[in-house]
Each structure stands twice: as C-alpha cells, then as structure tokens.
C-alpha cells in the first residue's frame, strides 16, 4: 500500500526513553490529516528497539524521516533486527534535511508571549523544569527590562533530530505594529496569545488584525486559565473572539471547570473527550504505559462530559460550515463525524484560514504547552514557502526557489543588525543547505537585484536568543551572515493598498539642523538612515519647504530612537521641532506683473489666470521667453521648470501656488538665466496684487478609543475645528470616531489623546485635500508664515 497508493505514508513518532510509535498517515490532494486504523503489528525481538504500534503520528515529519521510518518498518516485516546502532544512524541521516518552521508569537502587551517562548522552549530542556522563570530563558535588551515589555521583535532557535523550531517573540505595544507585521511576513504562522483576565480589547484586535491580514495558518492560546478558568471567564473570551474573528474559534482544549471551580490544574481535550493536566495534554490520548508520572487523568463528571459534549459540537458544526467534506459526513450520520473526516477538515481549514484552532493553559504554570506545540507542529507547516503546504510566499517577485547551478543556497534577507561583528543579515533559506565559504544568492535587496554573498560564518539564534556558530542550515531555517555595509533591504509589504503608511498614526517632527556643525549634520543624518534599515515604521523625508521630517510611530517610537542614537552613534541630542504646515493658495482672479533685469537687458511681462481645480500649474509660450537665437529645446524645459519651481513658494508666506496657468505676454532675453530671473520676479510683482485665498490641509482622522472617553473625546475634537464624520463600534467596548479635522490642528494630538485615554486610544491619519480659510484666520496665518519665512 506504501508503494501503490501514494497518499499512504508511513510515519513515526519518536517518544522518551528511545521508544517508537508507527502508524499509517493518509493524505489527500489537499495535504490534509487522516490518520487509519492501527494495521501494523510489529513486535519487538530480542537486542532490537522496543516497538509499540501507535495511532499518533507527526505531519510535520520531513519526507527524509518518514523514508527512515519506512527503511526501519520494512526492515522489521522482513524478519531483519533493528538495533539502536542502526536507527541512530537513520536518524542521523534524516535530520540533515529537518525543514526549519518559524512561528510568529503576537499578541497584546501583558497577556505573556514571553512566557509562552519560555515554555515552548523549557519543553526541549533536559531536567527541572521552570515555566514561570522566563529572565532564565530568554534574552532581554536593557530598554524592555526598565519598561518590563517587550520592544523588539526577539528570535530563539530549538534544534533537534525531529524539528528545527524557530520562535519570533513580538511587541505588542501599538507603536511597534510594524515589527509584528515584519515577523508575520517572515513566519510560516502564528501563535496569538489572548489573556481571559485582560480580555480582547482594541490593542489585541489590532494584532488580531495584522495576522489576518498576512493569510498565514494560525493557532489562538488562550493564556491564564490558572486564574480564572470557571465558565464565565472563558465563554466570554470566545464571545469576544467570535465577534472579532466573525467565526466562533474551535476550541481543541478548554479549561475543565466544574461547578465553578477556580483550580487551573487539568485542561479538557475536546476531540478525545478526555482530561489531561500539566505534561499530559495531546491532540490524541496517552497510549498506556506512556503517561508521566503524577498525571493521571482524573475522572469526568457528568457536567464535565455534557460541557465536553457541546464543545464538541460546536467544534463539528463550525467545521462544516466552512468544510464541504465534513458537511457531507455531517449530514449523512446525523452530525456523527468520523474523527479521520474531522481530522481532514481541522487541517484544510486551518490552512485555508476558515478557522482558528483554539488552546486554553497557562503558559506560568506549563499547562497546555505541550498541546500547543502539538497543534503548532500539526496546522503550521515548516520548510517556508517553498514547502507543499505554504500558499503565501513573500512578493519580492522575481524570487522562485530552485537554487541556482552557481550557488549552494537561496534565502531572502528581511533583517540587519550592527553588531560588534560588523553587519549581520536574518537570512531565511528558501532552498538548498547554507554553509560557510559557500555561495549564498540573496533575494530581498532594496534595489531589486538579486545579490550574491559568500560568508564567512554562519550563525543560528540559540535557546536563549544569543547567537551561535552552527556548520549549516537548511530549508526553512533563519540564519545570520555577515554582510557589507552597502547592502540594503526592501521593507515588508504591507498591505495592497498603496496609502496603507500614510493611514497610520504617526508623530511627525522637522530636524532643527540649521546652525550645527556640517559634520554633526551629515552624522545625524546617516545615523537615521541606518535606523531607517529596522523598518520599524521610522520615515524621514523632505518637505515642500525642504525641511527633514522625520516621522515615527509613537513617544514609545521615539524615546526607543533616542536611546539608539546615544548608545551606538553617541548622539545624545535629537533636535526636534514642530513642522511647518504646508499650505497651499489659489487665485480668485487673473494677475498680470513684468519686470526688467538687471543690465536691462531682458524683459518679461506675463499673466497669470486660475485654472480648473485639480489641473495643476502650467506654463504657455515658454518659448517667447527666448530670443531667436536662444530657443533650443534645453532652454524651454530648463525655463519651465524653473517657472514651476518659483510657483511652490509664490502664494502668501511662502505657500504653494496650485491650479494656476502662467501666459507669456511679451519678453525678450538673450539667455535662458535673464529669462528665468524676470519671469520669477514678474510672478512676485503680479502674486503682490493679486487676490488669494489660502488653503489648509484637512485630513480624515480615526481614533479607535473605549467608550468611556467618548465625551471627552468628541469635545477635544471640537476644540481642534473637528467636524464628526461616523461613529462605529469596535473590539470590546471599543468605539471608533471619524472626523475631518485640519493637520495644523494635530500637532501635539498624539500626547493629548494619550492623556484623554490613558494610553489606550490609537489614531489613524490620511490626508483628504485641502479647504478655504476665513478671512480672519488668513490674515493670522499669514502674518506667521512670514515670520517663518
């Protein structure tokens, strides 16, 4: 059948002890779970492994460790003894092409992501095991320990003969959104990490969001059941999940309350419709004389078995409404669905990103760790997106992942480190195996172009997330290699819309660099650009004006950039100012004005009239500028272009000029320098007469606020000539408030909105266009702008 039916695989699970468990995996078409019927009866022979037949199995097995499998079983049908000497040299063999598998852990500041790495991890730890002591664990930058959360995105590497597990352990905090969204775009799934004290609030769902919108399979653990795991507490998680998601979560392993009862010590497996505590949890049951010692499973009461039962349910129903096999079989027994069906449609809907699988534990206390990673290692497939079972690979757009005849390896690069090393670049391998002083072939570079590296070392994050020299790594792996300092990176996509940057709440500050030294200037300058390399959100751009803005998420944001400068650049003043609100000004009627110059020997008179709105500037016989002799080609685009040059700082205080066309009445000039020298005075004799209206920017503002705050809110927003626009509800008791407010409006809004929700407010911005101003608040505005100026 092996052979024959090549949907039958035979595969095996290593258990303690050196013990095997074999069993026979199907797969269908779409690469889904269906584990038979136990067929194989392989019985252990004097000097041979021990062998007990298992219905448990790994999906998540590379197809070297299910060939050794196969080797081992066939070996055993044939009469032949396998001993350790043997299977520890085919488990040797298969686990130098073990597919590395990068799981995303995201969720809200305070639900505990770090210590679900901690405990993920302390599961491959030899000896005592400590769950709650995530310092033993896990690194920590000097920053996050004074704040007590995390700031940065923080990988740990697990490797073993069965598994490469990668963990990226995320921020939660709302200013470094862009980090989560860069480990979703590098990761094979995620992990969300959800609290039943905290609840779902705004701050979960926007996590919740951005793994939504990635498209990659995910798993929600439901942390702090040991606090409160009675009825109530978890019901109202998955209202709250539910509402959010649109679809209720399936539910794999809840918390086994009993008639109120607030111990956090045993979890209820849904599928199996057993209880499991700490150490004992799995998506099948413990096989006898498997279970560990003090984990028993304890007895189900009556409640206990009706609450199962309607989990169960659910479970079965959820998956087939959004299944079409697992509705067949639904209907065709009267909901009794085969466990090989269910098993099937958890894994193409999950993938398919249907539905959520949900495990309930408490990371502190190791309580459904085990059940956890089972699940990640079943829905979340390994080898990155190059393997059969990842549907979203990252669009870079030219990348494929055949490594090419000249090179020994191919990855994509998605993140640069300065280190006492040099430059260091995360690498994850798409195809073939990295290793030191062999050829590497980059994708992911800013320029598009595809790089060709051959480093010297190879590094690997360790347990602890410090790195280690490691020989090789393979397919789906995270790597670091050193890398010229020239070498730069493209920023993760974020979305399809192009104005998904500009949509973010941003503080935005102009660089006071007038009066510093050339030297400190051009330090600063470089040193931001470095920083721009993290791709953390941090913009720095020039204005209409030409000053440097320079854009970040937050205050958090900020502060972090601050302590970046000083502690690798030596930097230790960030001149910030307020930018200056780019205002724009039109015409309300035609304007003429000319002008001589200098030597007199040049003239230009030239009118200029307002053009439809939208139509932009525009200049008309550019070419009477010139004398005869003078018109070339060159000298009208070099002349219009100045012309247009002159407009962004014609209107009042400096403003830009828009929708206006510029007609050449009369003009002679020898060259295209006395051309260009009376038409832009002739612009600012004609401007002095005429009459303008300014206009200021408006943009659509979104605060995404509790409810609480809504008065308060809602009059701050009117002081700062806000024009509510919609009111909608959002996660918890969340609402969110759109208006039309002026960008001069805004400038400390961030701080202000912070203090109005005690940091639990977030805005969004986009630009919307441009309004009229009253007479009044002209002359105002005006009068500042030519103080400015």
């Not at 070996?75 to 995303?104: F, H």
Request: glycine share 10%; proline share 5%; with cysteine.
């Amino acid at each position: 059948a092996v052979f024959v039916q090549q949907s039958i695989l035979l595969v095996f699970a290593r258990y303690p002890k050196h013990s095997m468990a074999v069993g026979l995996v199907g797969f269908s078409r779409h690469n889904a779970l269906s584990v038979t019927a136990p067929v194989l009866n392989l019985q252990p022979r004097p000097g041979a492994m021990p062998w007990k037949l298992s219905r448990a199995a790994s999906l998540a097995a590379p197809w070297k460790l299910r060939r050794a499998a196969l080797e081992v079983a066939v070996l055993s049908l044939c009469g032949r003894q396998v001993t350790r000497r043997r299977l520890g040299k085919l488990a040797r063999k298969a686990a130098k092409d073990v597919e590395g598998r990068v799981v995303a852990v995201v969720g809200r500041d305070g639900v505990g992501k770090s210590k679900v790495c901690a405990a993920l991890l302390d599961l491959g730890h030899v000896g005592k095991k400590d769950f709650a002591d995530k310092q033993r664990v896990l690194e920590v930058d000097r920053g996050e320990k004074d704040r007590n959360f995390s700031c940065y995105n923080h990988i740990y590497s697990q490797r073993s003969s069965a598994s490469h597990l990668h963990l990226i352990d995320t921020p939660g905090h709302v200013d470094r959104l862009p980090l989560v969204e860069q480990a979703l775009h590098v990761s094979d799934g995620a992990v969300m990490v959800c609290s039943v004290k905290l609840g779902l609030d705004a701050a979960c769902g926007r996590v919740l969001s951005a793994v939504e919108h990635s498209r990659k399979p995910a798993v929600i653990f439901l942390n702090g059941i040991d606090q409160q795991d009675g009825a109530p507490g978890f019901i109202a998680a998955l209202d709250a999940l539910e509402a959010r998601l649109g679809v209720r979560p399936v539910v794999l392993f809840a918390p086994a309350h009993v008639g109120g009862s607030e111990t956090g010590s045993t979890l209820l497996n849904v599928l199996t419709g057993s209880l499991c505590t700490s150490r004992g949890c799995h998506l099948l049951p413990m096989e006898t004389g498997k279970k560990n010692k003090g984990s028993s499973a304890p007895t189900m009461p009556m409640q206990l078995r009706t609450f199962a039962s309607q989990l169960k349910e659910q479970l079965v129903e959820t998956l087939a409404s959004v299944d079409e096999e697992v509705m067949e079989a639904y209907l065709e027994d009267d909901g009794n669905v085969p466990r090989s069906v269910i098993d099937a449609g958890l894994m193409r809907a999950t993938a398919g990103g249907h539905i959520i699988p949900l495990v309930a534990g408490s990371a502190k206390f190791g309580l459904g760790v085990d059940a956890l990673e089972e699940v990640v290692n079943t829905f979340i497939p390994a080898g990155g997106p190059c393997a059969g079972g990842q549907t979203s690979a990252p669009q870079f757009g030219t990348e494929t992942c055949d490594v090419p005849e000249d090179a020994s390896c191919r990855g994509w690069a998605f993140g640069k480190h300065r280190t006492a090393e040099g430059n260091l670049l995360e690498v994850r391998v798409l195809g073939g195996t990295l290793r030191p002083n062999e050829s590497l072939e980059l994708l992911g570079a800013s320029d598009g172009a595809v790089e060709k590296l051959t480093p010297k070392h190879v590094w690997m994050h360790s347990l602890k997330g410090s790195k280690k020299e490691v020989k090789e790594a393979g397919p789906g792996d995270i790597a670091l290699v050193p890398c010229p300092e020239s070498l730069g990176l493209l920023s993760p996509p974020l979305g399809d819309d192009e104005e998904a940057w500009m949509k973010r709440g941003r503080c935005t500050f102009a660089l006071q660099l007038e009066g510093m030294a050339s030297e400190s200037c051009n330090h600063l300058v470089q040193a931001l650009e470095v920083c721009l390399e993290d791709n953390d959100g941090l913009r720095l751009e020039k204005s209409e004006r030409g000053e440097h803005l320079l854009s970040c998420m937050g205050m958090l944001h900020l502060d972090l950039l601050r302590e970046r400068l000083a502690r690798e650049f030596r930097i230790h003043d960030l001149p910030l100012g307020q930018p200056h609100v780019a205002y724009h000004a039109k015409l309300n009627g035609a304007a003429k004005g000319d002008s001589k110059s200098k030597s007199g020997l040049a003239f230009v008179g030239l009118e200029l009239i307002p053009a439809p709105e939208g139509s932009g500037c525009q200049v008309q016989d550019a070419s009477k500028l010139l004398a005869s002799g003078s018109v070339t080609p060159e000298a009208v685009a070099t002349l219009e272009l100045g012309i247009l040059s002159a407009l962004k700082m014609a209107g009042p205080g400096g403003s830009q000029l828009e929708d206006v066309t510029v007609q050449v009445v009369a003009a002679s000039a020898a060259n295209a320098e006395d051309a260009l020298e009376c038409t832009c005075a002739a612009i600012a004799k004609a401007m002095s007469m005429a009459d303008c209206t300014l206009l200021e920017p408006i943009v659509e503002l979104e605060v995404d606020a509790p409810s609480t705050c809504a008065g308060s809110i809602l009059k701050d927003l009117e002081n700062r000539r806000g024009t509510i626009m919609d009111t909608r509800s959002s996660q918890g008791d969340n609402q969110v408030f759109i208006a039309s407010v002026p960008l001069s409006e805004l400038s400390d809004y961030a701080q202000a909105l912070a203090a109005l929700t005690e940091d639990e407010g977030f805005f969004t911005h986009r630009l919307e266009g441009y309004i009229e101003v009253t007479l009044a608040a002209q002359t105002r505005l005006v009068a500042e702008l030519a103080k400015d100026a």
